[in-house]
C-alpha cells in the first residue's frame, strides 16, 4: 500500500532537517518527534484533516491549534498513561518551533501561535570584550608554545567576528573560499529550517588585517597537519590532533582519526569553549573585564558583517571574460617581474608607476574572478600562461604563499611554503 503523501513529505522534512549542521542533535530530535505526532493526529477522530489532506493544509491555523490540543491533553501519547495530565507551556513551545521548521523544510507557510513564555534572546557580546578577546589571543598566539589549537581558535574567532558565520557555515569552508590575497572570505549561508531543496546562500565578506594575519598564521600551521592526510585536503578548518572515530575497529579496539582531518562543528564548539573558559579565568577581577559567553553563538550575534552577494554557481560567459582579464592583466605585469631560479637573482621592476599599475589591475582582476566562483588552480593556470610561474611572481601579483601552498596541497601538489619576509 502507499504510503500517504503528506506522510511521506514529512518524513522527507525530516531526513533533511537531520542532515542541516546548523541544526542540533537534539531539535533534530524534537522535530521527528512532533512529525510522528502529526501522523498520529491525522487519523485522529477529533482533527479536521486526515492523511488524504495536502501537506499545506496541516500548517493552517485550525488544524494546527486541534493538534496543539489534542497533544496537551496526551491523545497523541503511543503508550497509555493511568492518569494523563496536560502537557507543560515548555513541551508547547517545543511543538510550535518544531512545526515552524518542519514547515520551512517543506516550503510551505505556517500560521503558528505566538510562542508561550518566550525567553528574551541572551545578550550579543559588546564591543569592548570582543575587542579585548581578539587582542588577548593575539598576543597568545604570538607566544612560542601556544600551541596550533590556539592558532586555528584566534583565525576562527577572527572570522567571526568580521563575518559572523554559524559554526556549521565556518566548518564548510574550504581553502577555495579566502580571495588570493586574504582579504575577504566566502560563506554558504544555510539559515535554520531552509527548505531542504532550496540552494544555499552565497555572501562574500571582508577580513580585517588582524584577521588576515590570524588566518595566514593558521595556513601555515595547517600545512603539517594536512602533509599526510590521504586524498585532497581542501577544508580550511581541520583537527589539531586526533581524535575518536565514534566505531569499533577490526579487532574491537576504537579506530582514531588522524589530525589534519575537516573539523566538525561539535569539535569547534569544544575548542571555542576551552579557549573562552581559560580566558574568562585569567581576566578574572580585571576592571571593566565581564565573563564572555561560552557559546560562539552570542559573539556571532555581536558581529557586524557588510556582505555582498555572490553566484552560487558562476556564469560561464561572465567567468570567461573575468579570466581573460586575468590572464590579460597577468602578461602585463609579467613584463615587470621576471621569472627567477634558485641560482639566479633578477630584480624586480615593482616601484615604476607601469608596474604599480600592473600589480593594482592583476589584484582587481584576480578578485572580481574569484568572487564570481572561479577556482584558484584555474586562475593560476591562466597567470603561468601569461608568464608568471614562480612564487615571486605570484607574490607580486597578490597571492599569500600560505595561500598558495594549500591550494597546491588540495589539488594534490606540493609547493615549497615561503617564510615570510
Not at 584555474?378 to 603561468?384: F, R, W, Y
Given at each position: 500500500?502507499?504510503?500517504?503523501?503528506?506522510?511521506?513529505?514529512?518524513?522527507?522534512?525530516?531526513?533533511?532537517?537531520?542532515?542541516?549542521?546548523?541544526?542540533?542533535?537534539?531539535?533534530?530530535?524534537?522535530?521527528?518527534?512532533?512529525?510522528?505526532?502529526?501522523?498520529?493526529?491525522?487519523?485522529?477522530e477529533e482533527h479536521p484533516l486526515d492523511t488524504t489532506a495536502p501537506v499545506a493544509k496541516v500548517f493552517e491555523a485550525e488544524s494546527v491549534d486541534a493538534y496543539l490540543e489534542l497533544a496537551a491533553r496526551g491523545e497523541l501519547r503511543r503508550r497509555e498513561v493511568p492518569a494523563?495530565?496536560?502537557?507543560?507551556?515548555?513541551?508547547?513551545?517545543?511543538?510550535?518551533?518544531?512545526?515552524?521548521?518542519?514547515?520551512?523544510?517543506?516550503?510551505?507557510?505556517?500560521?503558528?501561535?505566538?510562542?508561550?513564555?518566550?525567553?528574551?534572546?541572551?545578550?550579543?557580546?559588546?564591543?569592548?570584550?570582543?575587542?579585548?578577546l581578539r587582542s588577548s589571543l593575539l598576543e597568545r598566539a604570538d607566544i612560542r608554545g601556544g600551541g596550533v589549537e590556539r592558532v586555528r581558535l584566534l583565525a576562527m574567532i577572527g572570522v567571526v567576528l568580521d563575518a559572523g558565520p554559524r559554526s556549521g557555515e565556518l566548518c564548510r569552508q574550504?581553502?577555495?573560499?579566502?580571495?588570493?590575497?586574504?582579504?575577504?572570505?566566502?560563506?554558504?549561508?544555510?539559515?535554520?529550517?531552509?527548505?531542504?531543496?532550496?540552494?544555499?546562500?552565497?555572501?562574500?565578506?571582508?577580513?580585517?588585517?588582524?584577521?588576515?594575519?590570524?588566518?595566514?598564521?593558521?595556513?601555515?600551521?595547517?600545512?603539517?597537519?594536512?602533509?599526510?592526510?590521504?586524498?585532497?585536503?581542501?577544508?580550511?578548518?581541520?583537527?589539531?590532533?586526533?581524535?575518536?572515530?565514534?566505531?569499533?575497529?577490526?579487532?574491537?579496539?576504537?579506530?582514531?582519526?588522524?589530525?589534519?582531518?575537516?573539523?566538525?562543528?561539535?569539535?569547534?564548539?569544544?575548542a571555542y569553549t576551552r579557549a573562552v573558559t581559560a580566558l574568562n579565568m585569567e581576566m578574572a577581577g580585571e576592571p571593566g573585564w565581564s565573563p564572555l559567553p561560552v557559546r560562539m553563538e552570542q559573539l556571532r550575534r555581536g558581529s557586524d558583517p557588510r556582505p555582498r552577494r555572490g553566484p552560487v554557481v558562476p556564469d560561464a560567459e561572465r567567468a570567461a571574460r573575468l579570466l581573460a582579464a586575468v590572464t590579460r592583466a597577468a602578461a602585463a605585469l609579467a613584463e615587470h617581474v621576471p621569472a627567477?631560479?634558485?641560482?639566479?637573482?633578477?630584480?624586480?621592476?615593482?616601484?615604476?608607476?607601469?608596474?604599480?599599475?600592473?600589480?593594482?589591475?592583476?589584484?582587481?582582476?584576480?578578485?572580481?574572478?574569484?568572487?564570481?566562483?572561479?577556482?584558484?588552480?584555474?586562475?593560476?593556470?591562466?597567470?603561468?600562461?601569461?608568464?608568471?610561474?614562480?612564487?615571486?611572481?605570484?607574490?607580486?601579483?597578490g597571492w599569500h604563499p600560505a595561500l598558495l601552498a594549500a591550494v597546491d596541497r588540495a589539488a594534490g601538489t606540493g609547493r615549497a611554503l615561503l617564510q615570510p619576509a
Open positions: 500500500m502507499t504510503e500517504p503523501l503528506v506522510l511521506t513529505a514529512l518524513a522527507r522534512a525530516v531526513a533533511g532537517v537531520r542532515l542541516d549542521e546548523d541544526v542540533s542533535a537534539a531539535r533534530s530530535r524534537q522535530v521527528e518527534w512532533v512529525a510522528g505526532e502529526l501522523a498520529l493526529v491525522l487519523e485522529h494523563p495530565e496536560r502537557t507543560s507551556d515548555k513541551s508547547r513551545q517545543v511543538r510550535i518551533e518544531a512545526l515552524g521548521i518542519l514547515a520551512a523544510a517543506l516550503g510551505v507557510p505556517a500560521e503558528l501561535p505566538r510562542l508561550p513564555d518566550n525567553p528574551p534572546a541572551k545578550t550579543p557580546v559588546a564591543r569592548r570584550p570582543r575587542s579585548i574550504g581553502v577555495e573560499d579566502l580571495a588570493p590575497d586574504l582579504s575577504q572570505t566566502r560563506l554558504r549561508r544555510r539559515p535554520q529550517g531552509t527548505p531542504v531543496d532550496a540552494p544555499d546562500t552565497v555572501e562574500l565578506l571582508p577580513l580585517s588585517r588582524s584577521t588576515q594575519a590570524a588566518v595566514a598564521r593558521w595556513l601555515r600551521e595547517r600545512a603539517a597537519l594536512v602533509a599526510a592526510a590521504q586524498g585532497s585536503a581542501d577544508a580550511l578548518w581541520v583537527s589539531t590532533r586526533g581524535n575518536h572515530a565514534g566505531e569499533p575497529g577490526t579487532r574491537g579496539n576504537a579506530v582514531t582519526r588522524p589530525s589534519g582531518m575537516p573539523l566538525q562543528p561539535r569539535g569547534l564548539s569544544r627567477g631560479t634558485a641560482d639566479q637573482e633578477h630584480t624586480l621592476d615593482l616601484e615604476s608607476t607601469d608596474a604599480l599599475a600592473a600589480r593594482v589591475e592583476v589584484r582587481r582582476a584576480q578578485l572580481a574572478a574569484w568572487s564570481e566562483g572561479i577556482e584558484h588552480q584555474v586562475q593560476l593556470a591562466a597567470l603561468a600562461g601569461a608568464g608568471l610561474t614562480d612564487d615571486r611572481q605570484l607574490a607580486a601579483a
